[in-house]
């Protein structure tokens, strides 16, 4: 999972590589002198009269009076209802270069024949609708002041030269060819290289992540064949690739569009009357319906390109919109609610969708003399956010595992604990009942043979008593841990109970040369059984005398808080290692060299009876603390058993 979220940022970064890339690959400016023509004339034809398969210009184009001049400045011309062909002619001027060549960077046509005065130097024809032309024509230095005709043919409604012309030298016009769409081709491949290792890395997730990762992955990879598709590098370059490029650019266009709305609806979901979820499955059906007569169109020899064209380019242009401004509105109301992800989504698709709105938009206003540019830089940002959500997701999903396994491990711990109690204080009860009478009845006959001997011999007796007496003692906790409830019950008074406890443990305490300072604020109540309330306690604090060294000191404190009793007592004692810490309570195990570990043991359990808790923290060196929390009862009315 981290390898995976690694590689979704080390994506991130990639994309902002490229983008710093290619802004200073845009920023190379050519050296040296060209000259920039600007105005042209120009003269629209409602027939094609262009020469089939001739070389030479049809007569009387250069003796037309219909020219009118054209400012490549203010934009192309408007094609004339009707008319299909136009002709587009200029002087070269005087040429001063050692390979003097002709740059257009944009000129729209399906069609396109150029001329020098009645010799032709370029032709191209092209069977797909993709009008952008790039064209580097070189000419010879005896071309100076001599007529330049270009012809141009179209089936859609843009025609000719977009701003300008460009004339000079050769070595430093074709820098600018070169680079013209190939960022585009540079950048869509790394769209879908990232797409392919998305698809290996998906195999490896959990499949409650699946749809999510092969619908960034489809994003990206439409990305990828839109931004090389639509780029003018491959039809200037690998033009007989136009046909297949236009198909992938179209099943590229319908593949986004409804991946893009199946991953914001599984990010945020389907939103309000189920409207992303109702818009994602039209766009699935239109989508089809556009692959349906893509394969028809294909088969018939593009007899239906036109209807094709109007509805896999303008209807879905207006669909983009649509789908742009449904989701800006839905992320605008999820940000305001504070959603983290819907503020990252916002910046990155906010991004993406105004570029993409206000240049398709552009587009129609210019009825089609406009080439969108800036949406693929806009869809980097979108991506990359894309790709911070689903990392920021799966991080913190990882960490809910982790949290989850944490508790899990503790509750396994929790349940062998009462598995192991439980066998204890079954073997503990059927041992301590059958101890106990066998040790009574020895220990009665010492002690009438203690009372008839003399010197050696009733010390040691009476050593043996004392044995069975802590013997006793020990099956004593065992009963107690055994069976911890309570044969009477009574509400107990805290003040009361730790006022005994510390006059019984105080002379321990002095032996030690320790102090105990003990503060119970206010009156305080809780139900259990007195005896077995001081045993807890009592246990707790000869651990802490035990641990004391030199200048010792115990703080006994509690206090209420809500509806619980909050009991801490804390010395300065040697202390416990974290491996000690976390084994207390369990049975017969104990950091003292003669312990028995039943003392906690009884403790835990009678505390547990109580229905309450004990917790302990402690650092080697600093001492101990102990918290217990106990319910806290009602002020009974007079002091009596319950």
């Given at each position: 999972?981290?390898?995976?979220?690694?590689?979704?940022?080390?994506?991130?970064?990639?994309?902002?590589?490229?983008?710093?890339?290619?802004?200073?690959?845009?920023?190379?400016?050519?050296?040296?002198?060209?000259?920039?023509?600007?105005?042209?004339?120009?003269?629209?034809?409602?027939?094609?009269?262009?020469?089939?398969?001739?070389?030479?210009?049809?007569?009387?184009?250069?003796?037309?009076?219909?020219?009118?001049?054209?400012?490549?400045?203010?934009?192309?011309?408007?094609?004339?209802?009707?008319?299909?062909?136009?002709?587009?002619?200029?002087?070269?001027?005087?040429?001063?270069?050692?390979?003097?060549?002709?740059?257009?960077?944009?000129?729209?046509?399906?069609?396109?024949?150029?001329?020098?005065?009645?010799?032709?130097?370029?032709?191209?024809?092209?069977?797909?609708?993709?009008?952008?032309?790039?064209?580097?024509?070189?000419?010879?230095?005896?071309?100076?002041?001599?007529?330049?005709?270009?012809?141009?043919?179209?089936?859609?409604?843009?025609?000719?030269?977009?701003?300008?012309?460009?004339?000079?030298?050769?070595?430093?016009?074709?820098?600018?060819?070169?680079?013209?769409?190939?960022?585009?081709?540079?950048?869509?491949?790394?769209?879908?290289?990232?797409?392919?290792?998305?698809?290996?890395?998906?195999?490896?997730?959990?499949?409650?992540?699946?749809?999510?990762?092969v619908a960034l992955a489809i994003v990206i990879f439409s990305t990828g064949v839109l931004s090389i598709t639509y780029s003018?590098?491959?039809?200037?370059?690998?033009?007989?690739?136009?046909?297949?490029?236009?198909?992938?650019?179209?099943?590229?266009?319908?593949?986004?569009?409804?991946?893009?709305?199946?991953?914001?609806?599984?990010?945020?979901?389907?939103?309000?009357?189920?409207?992303?979820?109702?818009?994602?499955?039209?766009?699935?059906?239109?989508?089809?319906?556009?692959?349906?007569?893509?394969?028809?169109?294909?088969?018939?020899?593009?007899?239906?390109?036109?209807f094709y064209y109007f509805i896999s380019t303008n209807i879905v242009g207006l669909i983009l919109i649509v789908q742009f401004?449904?989701?800006?509105?839905?992320?605008?109301?999820?940000?305001?609610?504070?959603?983290?992800?819907?503020?990252?989504?916002?910046?990155?698709?906010?991004?993406?969708?105004?570029?993409?709105?206000?240049?398709?938009?552009?587009?129609?206003?210019?009825?089609?003399?406009?080439?969108?540019?800036?949406?693929?830089?806009?869809l980097v940002v979108f991506i990359m956010s894309l790709i911070v959500i689903l990392g920021r997701r799966l991080m913190l999903?990882?960490?809910?595992?982790?949290?989850?396994?944490?508790?899990?491990?503790?509750?396994?711990?929790?349940?062998?604990?009462?598995?192991?109690?439980?066998?204890?204080?079954?073997?503990?009860?059927?041992?301590?009942?059958?101890?106990?009478?066998?040790?009574?009845?020895?220990?009665?006959?010492?002690?009438?043979?203690?009372?008839?001997?003399?010197?050696?011999?009733?010390?040691?007796?009476?050593?043996?008593?004392?044995?069975?007496?802590?013997?006793?003692?020990?099956?004593?906790?065992?009963?107690?841990?055994?069976?911890?409830?309570?044969?009477?019950?009574?509400?107990?008074?805290?003040?009361?109970?730790?006022?005994?406890?510390?006059?019984?443990?105080?002379?321990?305490?002095?032996?030690?040369?320790?102090?105990?300072?003990?503060?119970?604020?206010?009156?305080?109540?809780?139900?259990?059984?007195?005896?077995?309330?001081?045993?807890?306690?009592?246990?707790?604090?000869?651990?802490?005398?035990?641990?004391?060294?030199?200048?010792?000191?115990?703080?006994?404190?509690?206090?209420?808080?809500?509806?619980?009793?909050?009991?801490?007592?804390?010395?300065?004692?040697?202390?416990?290692?974290?491996?000690?810490?976390?084994?207390?309570?369990?049975?017969?195990?104990?950091?003292?060299?003669?312990?028995?570990?039943?003392?906690?043991?009884?403790?835990?359990?009678?505390?547990?009876?109580?229905?309450?808790?004990?917790?302990?923290?402690?650092?080697?060196?600093?001492?101990?603390?102990?918290?217990?929390?106990?319910?806290?009862?009602?002020?009974?009315?007079?002091?009596?058993?319950?």
């Open positions: 999972m981290r390898v995976f979220v690694k590689s979704l940022h080390i994506t991130a970064a990639l994309c902002l590589l490229l983008m710093i890339s290619s802004s200073l690959l845009a920023s190379a400016a050519n050296s040296g002198t060209t000259y920039e023509l600007t105005k042209w004339q120009m003269e629209w034809e409602s027939r094609p009269q262009a020469p089939v398969p001739g070389t030479e210009m049809p007569s009387g184009i250069t003796d037309g009076q219909a020219w009118t001049t054209v400012d490549g400045s203010q934009g192309r011309m408007d094609l004339p209802p009707g008319i299909s062909a136009a002709w587009s002619r200029m002087i070269i001027p005087e040429l001063h270069f050692t390979s003097p060549s002709l740059y257009i960077k944009t000129l729209y046509a399906l069609h396109v024949k150029v001329f020098v005065d009645n010799r032709l130097i370029f032709e191209g024809d092209r069977s797909f609708i993709k009008d952008n032309y790039s064209l580097l024509l070189p000419l010879g230095s005896g071309d100076s002041g001599k007529m330049l005709y270009i012809w141009t043919e179209t089936l859609q409604d843009r025609i000719g030269i977009k701003d300008k012309v460009v004339i000079g030298e050769h070595s430093e016009l074709i820098n600018s060819y070169v680079k013209s769409g190939l960022m585009d081709v540079i950048l869509g491949s790394a769209f879908i290289f990232v797409a392919l290792v998305l698809f290996v890395c998906v195999f490896y997730l959990n499949q409650a992540y699946f749809s999510s990762i003018p590098f491959i039809y200037t370059f690998y033009s007989y690739l136009g046909n297949v490029s236009i198909v992938m650019l179209d099943i590229a266009l319908l593949s986004l569009l409804p991946s893009l709305t199946f991953l914001f609806e599984r990010i945020f979901g389907s939103g309000k009357c189920a409207v992303i979820r109702r818009f994602r499955k039209f766009q699935v059906a239109y989508s089809l319906f556009c692959l349906a007569w893509l394969v028809i169109n294909g088969l018939s020899g593009n007899r239906f390109v036109e401004i449904l989701l800006i509105a839905c992320v605008i109301i999820y940000s305001a609610k504070g959603n983290k992800e819907a503020i990252i989504f916002a910046i990155g698709f906010g991004t993406a969708a105004l570029t993409g709105v206000v240049e398709l938009i552009w587009y129609y206003v210019r009825k089609g003399d406009y080439d969108l540019v800036y949406w693929k830089w806009a999903n990882h960490q809910m595992v982790i949290k989850y396994s944490r508790e899990l491990e503790l509750f396994n711990n929790e349940l062998q604990r009462s598995e192991k109690l439980e066998i204890i204080s079954e073997l503990a009860a059927s041992v301590a009942h059958e101890v106990r009478n066998p040790l009574q009845v020895t220990r009665g006959f010492l002690q009438l043979l203690g009372g008839k001997s003399h010197g050696a011999e009733k010390k040691y007796l009476n050593m043996a008593i004392s044995e069975l007496d802590r013997a006793s003692n020990i099956i004593t906790d065992f009963l107690t841990f055994a069976k911890p409830e309570f044969e009477q019950i009574s509400v107990l008074n805290m003040n009361e109970e730790f006022h005994h406890i510390e006059s019984i443990m105080l002379p321990l305490c002095h032996l030690s040369n320790g102090k105990m300072d003990l503060n119970v604020k206010g009156e305080l109540w809780v139900k259990g059984n007195s005896s077995k309330f001081k045993q807890a306690f009592i246990n707790i604090i000869k651990n802490s005398i035990e641990a004391m060294g030199e200048e010792g000191h115990i703080e006994i404190m509690a206090y209420g808080e809500g509806n619980k009793v909050h009991i801490r007592i804390r010395d300065n004692g040697e202390g416990m290692e974290p491996e000690v810490l976390n084994r207390l309570g369990e049975p017969y195990f104990s950091n003292k060299t003669k312990g028995t570990g039943l003392g906690l043991m009884v403790t835990f359990r009678i505390i547990e009876a109580m229905q309450g808790e004990i917790v302990f923290s402690s650092k080697k060196g600093a001492g101990t603390e102990s918290i217990t929390t106990l319910p806290l009862a009602e002020r009974p009315d007079a002091s009596r058993s319950l």
